[in-house]
């Protein structure tokens, strides 16, 4: 299962700091902005680790492990077509990532691809933009954390589906 702890802790964290200290002096926006950055960061890595396990799984050429390895480091963006999907297709081809799509919860799978989509478009806000003395509207942490859930519960979907599939193993906690 995928590492969520710590992102949990950090988003409880800075949702916390945004609650006890006042807006008049930006930190609010300051921390809401870190924990959508912070939670994008999570999901990039989350997708990268499981790739990576797909190739640990099923490759025997270390050259062919290594190949993955420099695709996810070319990689940016954790959007489901264009990023993860993408590395799906060239590691285990378009047949099993179709499989796989049929096998998801559609509910689960549609929430998933609509958050980060939603996300992406709130993280390149925020990326390209800093904090000054304009008002800015940015969700407050406790709202990323619930996209926090709407993802991690995908990512944990994809997941067991791929283990179901013999595509990755159960990871050890």
Known sequence: MLEHGQIIKTLEQLNELHNTNPSSDGQQEFYSKLALLELCGWIEECMDEIVLRIAQKNLREKENIETIKEMIDKNYGFEYK??????????????NVEKLEQQLKQKVFIQFISTLDSLKK??????????????????????????????????????KKMQAMGLIDKKES
């Open 122 to 159: 709130r993280r390149n806000n925020e990326a390209h933009t800093y904090i000054h003395g304009t008002t800015r509207i940015i969700d407050a942490p406790s709202m990323t954390r619930k996209y926090f859930h709407d993802v991690y519960n995908g990512l944990q979907e994809i997941e």
């Open 82 to 95: 264009k990023n993860f999907r993408k590395l799906l297709i060239i590691l285990i081809g378009i047949v």
